[in-house]
């Protein structure tokens, strides 16, 4: 099984590229975590949002498996505990369908997309930016691994 990322911004700091290949890394050989970065939709000027996000949507849809279970981050999404996104993986592992979270561009993600979404996920009440979402994300479902494994990455 396959966790994906698919994001919309390819170039990050060389930090954030470094904490995210480490979580990554990590992950047993069963449970590949995957980045795919994807080109922003060029901010110019007169072009509306709605247009910016309709183009990276349609890089998005491209970048998720098919039949892959959607997992929309949004601000306005679930919130879970560590235990709780756990809980979630072992479904989605027992599911046995690649799953593929979804991250928009600054405008956020498109309307249409988020409403193919199986979930919708909040990783803080604070705004993000997007390097920190890769790599939290990473560490998130990590942690929720190494609970699910009974590694003693997490105490509680």
Not at 79 to 93: G, H, K
Not at 129 to 140: M, Q
Request: hydrophobic share 45%; proline share 6%; charged share 30%.
């Amino acid at each position: 099984m396959r966790l994906v990322i698919a994001a919309i911004g390819q170039r990050q700091p060389a930090w954030a590229e470094e904490a995210y290949a480490d979580f990554a890394k990590r992950f047993p050989p069963e449970l590949k975590l995957e980045l795919k970065a994807l080109k922003a939709e060029p901010r110019t000027a007169g072009k509306p949002a709605a247009a910016m996000m309709a183009a990276e949507a349609q890089r998005l849809e491209a970048a998720v498996p098919k039949g892959a279970r959607r997992v929309v981050l949004d601000e306005r999404g679930a919130r879970l505990t560590t235990v709780q996104l756990a809980e979630r993986l072992r479904f989605w592992l027992g599911d046995g369908r690649d799953v593929a979270f979804l991250i928009g561009g600054p405008d956020g993600l498109d309307p249409t997309l988020k409403a193919t979404g199986d979930e919708t996920l909040r990783l803080s009440d604070l705004t993000l930016p997007h390097a920190f979402v890769r790599v939290v994300l990473a560490e998130a479902l990590y942690r929720a691994w190494s609970v699910t494994a009974g590694h003693p990455y997490h105490r509680e």
